[in-house]
């Protein structure tokens, strides 16, 4: 069983510029959340994906979206960076939306400059 | 919206000691889950272990349980003969029961000391 992966692992962008984060889920899931983690913060959601559509979003402006493939892998991305972005963000991978088993990633640490 | 406080940034424990992290959260719904993650330096977030509302009986993991307490809205890890392998940032999490997305409290430093 292949447990979330994440890539990169880390990654330094300047402010304005656009980013694309990737998450491959656990075998299985067919959900993923993607969470950002400031520093000395806990997560906070963004938005999750069900069967390649949005479920639910979080407080986050339309310059984060996202994408969900048919093998339930996904993509966050960022545009127009702002050093307010500089974050470790998480995505997690579970099966129907429930949160019971919830498996995150290692994170992505992205620092805006 | 639902909310959840951890009041505790750092905690200290002896090694073999035992430890209880707090936290509180505030919802408006009856059935729900609740959740303690462990985040190591490593990063990876790890569940540690959970509680559906709905249970009276509190969970129990080896050397982890809770104390739940639903009209207070009250949910304490407590972690018995700690270990070196237990020191990380400690967050409880929310979610309700019909949505994904999970409220994370702002973490416990917990250190283990030998």
């Known amino acids: 069983e292949t447990g979330v992966t994440q890539s990169p692992t880390h990654l330094i962008k300047t402010r304005g510029q656009q980013v694309t984060l990737r998450c491959s889920s656990q075998s299985g899931h067919n959900t993923v959340s993607w969470y950002q983690q400031a520093l000395g913060q806990g997560p906070q959601f963004i938005f999750q994906?069900?069967?390649?559509?949005?479920?639910g979003r979080g407080n986050f402006p339309p310059r984060f979206s996202g994408l969900q493939f048919p093998n339930y892998s996904s993509e966050l991305n960022v545009n127009a960076l702002e050093l307010d972005d500089s974050a470790l963000y998480l995505c997690?991978?579970?099966?129907?939306?429930?949160?019971?088993?919830?498996?995150f990633g290692p994170g992505t640490r992205l620092t805006v400059l | 919206a639902q909310t959840v406080t951890q009041s505790q940034p750092e905690m200290s424990v002896q090694e073999a000691e035992t430890v209880t992290l707090s936290c509180t959260y505030d919802?408006?719904?009856?059935?729900?889950?609740l959740f303690w993650y462990k985040q190591p330096p490593s990063r990876q977030m790890i569940l540690v272990i959970r509680?559906?509302?709905?249970?009276?009986q509190n969970a129990t993991e080896n050397r982890f349980s809770v104390n739940f307490q639903k009209a207070a809205k009250s949910f304490s890890l407590k972690i018995s003969d700690s270990q070196l392998g237990d020191a990380a940032m400690y967050f409880c999490?929310?979610?309700?029961?019909?949505?994904?997305?999970?409220?994370f409290g702002d973490g416990t430093t917990l250190t283990v000391k030998p």
């Open positions: 997690a991978s579970s099966l129907d939306v429930s949160p019971l088993e919830q498996f």
């Open positions: 999490a929310y979610s309700d029961t019909n949505a994904g997305k999970s409220t």
């Open positions: 994906y069900y069967r390649e559509e949005e479920n």
């Open positions: 919802t408006s719904e009856s059935d729900y889950y």
């Open positions: 509680q559906e509302a709905y249970k009276q």
